[in-house]
């Protein structure tokens, strides 16, 4: 019997367990066959996903180590850009959380040669632009390296750096993570204090309200005894007075009072007083908004925020105000969030309950499309197809409570709110096997959803979970348009890359969709996790790699699809 040699070497239609003759596909962590990223590429996607939970084919651990040594290698390679990256990436908020910034910062201090250490000093404050942010790194760095004159000097320029007030409120409201605190810091740093003011907060940090008058420090010096005198220290931020009053407050009204008169933060007003309506009642309106969207269900339960009341109203406006979700740097990631676990009336730990008051929820959900820039439509016909196999259910989006799946279903309304003529489908491999589809669903492994981005998050992530879920064949949206004489500009596919279950090759598919309809379709793959894998053809200019959950990407992903 004749071999069909083509059969084992065909490059229009290679099935995903083997890779395309003659390209450089690697194996990815399912059992198929993909692109691998660059380590640039693994940079953007640790800076903006984190490694947090693993995926649901590599462990945390192992995930965590792939995308230190791809950090490591990008800091050896160009230092510069690595810290320029860093620093972009979190200073403008593009990032669910900071800490996969703050870790990659540390490396550079470890790594780095030094001009990059140098210029990875200047930019701390960048990137640590908080007390939490600080202490997170010196955990970090501290695991890495000793504390040599630039670490320290660096760090102490982020005390003296600050105004004296704003300093009292970092120390008030940040004031401790990780086993380390302020004066921890300080006794490392020796920073010089810049004025007296500073001086009376440092020496509040270091030895409380005792430490502020005339005192007499004895030293030995080549081994003779040294008598220094330091004079009164200046006079201490409002801040700090009134939160060592609130230490000593007795009543509520006492608390309420200090609140009201100095803008005392939450997390300066005892635990005990914190079950008091009246106390949230005062704190609400000069809440900082991201302890506003975390605090939600806590007035609520309390009574503070209910239908009609003055609070809820202030909850609205303030929610209503992209300028402010903006300054506030509140990254989309982080208002899905807070708007699943609102309208599910319950924490994902502990048992704090609550009645949702739909107003809230409204307002978080219009919220979280005002977090994105700006998108100019495309104007062209575009798919966007949701990866909803089980590798996406086993993956979570920066650690946080949701899952790729449901993040994926969130990204695709953006562009849905902004696209005229767009579909979206759902894909996993087909129900009766063929290629190992296990439970599958819908015409051929594609289910065809009913969304709108008039409907509410909390809706649509309920009405993606319903969809059976199979193996991953991320080829379908290409295969089941040109089975349907689709007409597509733009396929967008939201999955983790984890594609093994087809027989063609997602690259390959959109091929034969050129060769057969819209000769200049283009696709773009967001990747929902940071592993190191892409669908899209480095040697083809019409895909795209971008990275999901960055706040740019919408935009980007429209001008990729109206360019010519």
């Not at 065909?10 to 399912?30: K, L, Y």
């Not at 230190?68 to 230092?79: E, S, Y």
């Not at 030094?114 to 990137?127: I, R, S, W």
């Not at 430490?211 to 007499?216: A, D, K, M, P, Y």
Request: glycine share 10%; proline share 5%; with cysteine.
């Amino acid at each position: 019997m004749a071999i069909n040699y083509a059969r084992w070497f065909h490059r229009r239609a290679t099935p995903q367990s083997q890779p395309i003759p003659g390209s450089t596909q690697v194996p990815n962590s399912a059992g198929g066959y993909a692109w691998e990223v660059d380590d640039w590429t693994r940079l953007d996607r640790f800076l903006i996903l984190g490694a947090e939970g693993g995926t649901y084919y590599i462990a945390q651990r192992n995930l965590v180590k792939e995308n230190h040594d791809a950090l490591v290698r990008c800091i050896r390679t160009d230092g510069a850009r690595a810290v320029n990256r860093i620093v972009e990436i979190s200073d403008s908020g593009r990032a669910p959380k900071n800490d996969p910034a703050i870790f990659a910062l540390a490396l550079v201090a470890a790594h780095g040669g030094p001009a990059t250490k140098a210029l990875a000093f200047q930019n701390l404050g960048k990137v640590c632009r908080i007390g939490t942010h600080l202490f997170h790194f010196a955990e970090y760095v501290n695991a890495l390296r000793g504390w040599g004159r630039g670490l320290r000097n660096a760090v102490g320029r982020w005390y003296v750096d600050r105004e004296a007030d704003d300093l009292a409120l970092q120390v008030v409201k940040y004031q401790q993570r990780d086993r380390w605190s302020h004066g921890d810091l300080l006794r490392l740093a020796h920073p010089k204090a810049p004025s007296r003011d500073h001086e009376a907060l440092f020496r509040w940090i270091l030895s409380g309200a005792d430490g502020l008058g005339e005192r007499t420090v004895t030293r030995r010096v080549k081994g003779e005894s040294r008598v220094a005198t330091y004079a009164a220290a200046g006079q201490l931020p409002g801040l700090i007075a009134a939160f060592e009053q609130a230490k000593k407050a007795s009543t509520k009204a006492e608390i309420v009072k200090l609140i009201t008169e100095h803008d005392l933060p939450r997390e300066a007003v005892p635990t005990q007083w914190l079950h008091a309506p009246e106390v949230w009642e005062a704190l609400l309106p000069c809440m900082p908004m991201t302890a506003l969207i975390r605090n939600l269900g806590k007035m609520t339960s309390l009574g503070l925020i209910q239908p009609l009341s003055e609070a809820a109203k202030l909850v609205v406006n303030r929610l209503s105000d992209g300028k402010g979700l903006k300054r506030a740097r509140i990254h989309p990631l982080a208002m899905l969030i807070a708007e699943k676990v609102y309208a599910q009336g319950h924490g994902e730990k502990g048992d704090l309950r609550w009645q949702p008051v739909a107003k809230i929820v409204d307002a978080l959900d219009a919220a979280f499309y005002a977090t994105f820039r700006h998108v100019e439509p495309c104007g062209k016909p575009v798919l966007l197809a949701l990866d909803v196999s089980g590798s996406m259910d086993g993956s979570r989006i920066a650690g946080s409570c949701l899952t790729a799946r449901e993040a994926s279903a969130a990204m695709a309304l953006v562009t849905a709110a902004t696209e005229p003529n767009c579909e979206i489908i759902a894909f996993s491999a087909p129900a009766k096997g063929g290629y190992g589809g296990m439970h599958g669903g819908g015409e051929s492994g594609i289910t065809r959803i009913a969304l709108s981005p008039r409907m509410r998050l909390d809706d649509v992530i309920k009405r993606l979970s319903a969809i059976p879920m199979g193996g991953t064949d991320c080829a379908l949206p290409m295969v089941w348009a040109r089975r349907n004489k689709l007409a597509v500009s733009g396929f967008v596919t939201y999955t983790d890359s984890e594609t093994w279950a087809g027989n063609i090759h997602p690259a390959q598919a959109l091929r034969e969709y050129r060769r057969e309809l819209v000769g200049d379709a283009k696709a773009v793959v967001v990747g929902m996790t940071s592993n190191g894998f892409t669908l899209a053809d480095p040697n083809d200019r019409g895909m795209l790699d971008v990275v999901g959950f960055d706040t740019t990407v919408p935009a980007v992903i429209s001008d990729f699809i109206r360019r010519a």
